[in-house]
């Protein structure tokens, strides 16, 4: 990473001519503005805002620096932020957040990123999503969190949808359900497609031909609410044609719930209800209490952490365990 010391050489000025180019640029004649500004560009020179040193020489601990896409605005993956965190500090380490926006210059925020020196980069998305890398990161110490990108190879830690999703459709076949309901996440989400693929893969695995009822939310949080004309067009005379309703997430599982227990559908005793994600601070209060599968967000959160931290040399994707968490939403199925 280009210097101070190395912008003035190509400029061709001193150090303070470079400082007051960055901190007072009023206080320079344009040619030589101009010039330094032109210098900065060619080395991509970032200024350090980190103060490394301070009183008595000592360093302050080395730092992670997070490029949060709408992730710390969330309930979903505050897990993971916190959970970094206290790994970094487990290990004498600190962590600063830098928070990236869909509509904002991704530009701004990497060089905000960069003048703070972090030793570590850890880059993380709000849901399973495919990333477009920023250039100037991949040649810095970095790994992905719940989050994957096709622009270099690099380290990802994510959840396993296939499999959580593979679990938890194998333990609803061996408490007897036969007749599943399915309204999965978009088709357009990673989430969607995994979740859908771990379904089938533990259905054709029981010799089950794959159930025709399968839905694709559209994406948008408004489409929600379309939860309720797809379980009405299967409530033929008032009664379900389905004994299992298995849900894209747990909001799937909110809008579902509602629906179903104000039509006089008991749950489970009439349909069963599986959800996914295990929504902070929510997944206990559904009445019946919701069985569901667990996104890892601790296990990413530290993985992470633990990937700048002790240097790891892979940059494989490594998918982590979501366990299912089973509960009273899904009961067992007797058949004659």
Not at 23 to 48: G, K, M, S
Not at 105 to 133: E, Y
Not at 152 to 178: F, N
Not at 300 to 328: K, T
């Amino acid at each position: 990473m280009a210097s101070l010391k190395d912008v003035a050489k190509l400029a061709a000025v001193s150090l303070m001519t470079v400082s007051r180019a960055i901190n007072n640029p009023e206080r320079l004649r344009p040619d030589t503005l101009a010039r330094v500004q032109q210098a900065i560009d060619q080395l991509h020179y970032v200024p350090d805002f980190s103060a490394r040193k301070i009183r008595d020489r000592q360093s302050v601990p080395p730092a992670i620096g997070v490029l949060a896409l709408d992730t710390a605005t969330t309930p979903f993956s505050v897990e993971l932020l916190l959970s970094l965190e206290k790994t970094a500090q487990q290990h004498g380490w600190t962590t600063f957040v830098i928070n990236l926006f869909e509509h904002q210059d991704a530009q701004q925020a990497v060089d905000k990123l960069l003048s703070l020196r972090p030793a570590g980069i850890v880059f993380t998305t709000m849901g399973l999503r495919r990333i477009t890398l920023p250039a100037r990161l991949r040649d810095k110490p970095l790994v992905l969190a719940n989050c994957l990108s096709d622009d270099a190879p690099v380290a990802s830690y994510v959840p396993d949808d296939v499999d959580g999703q593979y679990q938890a459709t194998r333990a609803l076949i061996a408490r007897g359900y036969r007749r599943p309901l399915c309204i999965h996440l978009p088709v357009c989400t990673l989430a969607g497609r995994r979740r859908r693929a771990g379904f089938e893969q533990a259905w054709r695995e029981a010799g089950l031909p794959l159930p025709a009822q399968q839905y694709h939310l559209a994406l948008g949080d408004n489409h929600y609410l379309d939860t309720v004309s797809l379980l009405a067009a299967h409530l033929p005379q008032g009664r379900p044609d389905f004994d299992v309703l298995v849900c894209g997430n747990d909001r799937v599982a909110f809008v579902a719930y509602q629906y179903l227990l104000g039509q006089g559908i008991r749950i489970p005793a009439d349909v069963a209800v599986l959800g996914y994600d295990n929504m902070v601070g929510i997944g206990e209060l559904f009445y019946p209490a919701l069985t569901t599968v667990q996104l890892p967000h601790l296990a990413i959160g530290r993985e992470a952490a633990l990937h700048i931290i002790e240097q790891r040399p892979h940059r494989e994707v490594c998918a982590l365990p979501s366990p299912l968490l089973a509960r009273a939403s899904v009961g067992v199925k007797h058949t004659a």
